[in-house]
């Protein structure tokens, strides 16, 4: 089996690969499974191949012909399409965004199409795709209310992916991802990258301002299980859908305050106390858009899964991120 | 006030500009009840323009620069962009159906933008927009989960035309029509086009085959109505609406036996008993996925109507087509 990670050098793209790695083999589109041969990751810069002899990496351009051609100069059963531009940016700068977001998803669509064999085609789509007057808890029947670009351009991708899977170009999945924390790294131009920087600056002994009131409720994923999520969704069946592709990806729901409450529990006072509040309108706008809690019927039908409470989560990243010191 | 109708030499088109030139003014995107200078009648071929000195006739590819360029030449107040390729060909011809219904449309927003000034934009979406295991009455807040490649159009269409909203190049509103019937003229390759021509064709004389089955409930809305429907859409302050530019517009939910019934009232059983049935797979298996009744509350809540009784629609026919028979 061949896969191909787009976005495969940033941390979520490197945390589905590793698990890809371990797991060894995975389903193709005609319920095989199937070792794993090549795992390909595709990024702006090149991204690290973990020494292991299966995994290489391609850089360049998402949507240049000639990064696409590299990337199908083999057959190809399955593509993670990870990389796009963040909510921020896509706000920011308008014609990026669509161009990234939705034209270079098309001409990858568009290979999927002209290569032929029907593979899986995994999209990570996003909560941002609803927004604005939402019920307390959204059903799977949820219409998309997108309030930023960044969300259109995701329930624009939602769309491609249901009816290039309906033609049989491809069997696509098209996976509502939650906001991902702790996220490791540095902060981003996502409008979220606040939801994982006020925990993991404070744990790495810096400070940290909060953009959002306190109050605020958002609807996240940790690593573990977005990863363990999107490895669930490619491997369902074709048959596990009804008349839609898109799947809410569980999560659970809780606030700010809840965040930070579960901060001190895990890692004290001192490291708590480092967070102030300083409101970002910008970011708040945004935000405030977003859905907080979920069904998520068809994705735990599914068997996907979400953590038991936000002290997992940050347990999770002292591990994952933190166990060396 | 300058108004361009694309699909305008079509049949809506055209009664859609009879309506606004017998109107005389249309109300802006800032809310000023504004004088009707022009009228521009956009079409692959050159639509007839009502020996009226306001209306003139473009014809081309909606989605050529120079037919772009020809209609923005001055100021554009409002468009209603009605052209698209319908439904029995867009399923056939996957790649045309992608590139008119979805690339032209971005490139006549595109062309908004670029004026800018915030030109109203009426786009007409579709219930097709719907589809799959549905609820017998759809509300407002139903997803999207479109069954056909013109549904998926549809709906990416109107991601596009909230987002520019939102945005503030355009004031868009994305007007979901139920089926139109009774439709006059020829059939066309849309898959609801029997759901005028089994009223039609008797009503010439002309025997007709049904090929759908007799229980099968569609959405529909007659000519008249649909117009109206049109202007209301488009006359609606932007503070109308809510998270959502998209509008499920009101219709009447009938069967085909209804439908007949109908024709028997207002016809007599001669006209009627020209109709047989014979089931056409691939016409069933689209239509079958269509919604059949919706809530439609945002719609009559902006002043929509429609018909009392499918009779009425009938009988308009008759009125409106056949009156100089």
């Not at 090549?38 to 949507?63: H, K, M, N, W, Y």
């Not at 990234?100 to 002209?114: I, K, M, Q």
């Not at 993991?200 to 994923?221: I, K, Q, S, Y």
């Not at 659970?252 to 490291?271: K, Q």
Request: proline residues 5%.
């Amino acid at each position: 089996m061949r896969i191909v990670i787009t976005g495969g050098g940033g941390f979520l793209g490197r945390k589905l690969a590793r698990a890809i790695l371990e797991r060894g083999a995975l389903t193709d589109s005609e319920g095989r499974r199937r070792e794993l041969r090549e795992l390909v990751l595709l990024d702006i810069a090149e991204a690290p191949t973990f020494r292991d002899a299966r995994v290489s990496a391609l850089a360049g351009d998402l949507a240049s012909d000639e990064l696409v051609e590299r990337a199908f100069a083999r057959p190809v059963d399955s593509v993670f399409h990870l990389a796009a531009v963040v909510s921020g940016e896509a706000e920011q700068d308008f014609d990026k965004g669509w161009r990234v977001n939705v034209d270079a998803t098309r001409r990858w669509l568009e290979a999927c199409r002209a290569q032929g064999g029907r593979p899986k085609f995994v999209f990570t789509s996003s909560v941002a795709v609803f927004g604005g007057e939402l019920p307390a808890v959204l059903p799977d029947t949820q219409q998309t209310t997108p309030q930023s670009s960044y969300g259109a351009q995701k329930a624009v991708g939602e769309l491609y992916v249901n009816d290039y899977t309906r033609k049989g170009f491809i069997d696509g999945r098209a996976l509502r991802l939650p906001t991902v924390s702790v996220r490791p790294g540095k902060p981003n131009r996502a409008a979220s990258s606040f939801a994982s920087g006020i925990l993991r600056e404070p744990l790495n002994g810096v400070d940290a301002v909060c953009p959002v009131p306190a109050e605020t409720r958002m609807w996240l994923v940790s690593p573990r299980h977005a990863v363990h999520n999107l490895i669930v969704g490619h491997e369902a069946p074709g048959s596990a859908f009804g008349a839609t592709r898109n799947v809410n990806v569980p999560g659970i729901s809780v606030t700010v305050r809840e965040m930070v409450d579960a901060l001190r529990r895990v890692a004290g006072d001192a490291v708590a106390d480092r967070i102030t509040y300083a409101l970002d309108p910008a970011i708040d706008a945004i935000v405030r858009t977003w859905p907080r809690d979920f069904e998520a019927t068809l994705g735990r039908r599914l068997g996907m899964t979400s953590d038991l409470s936000f002290d997992e989560a940050i347990r999770q990243y002292v591990d994952d991120e933190l166990g060396a010191r």
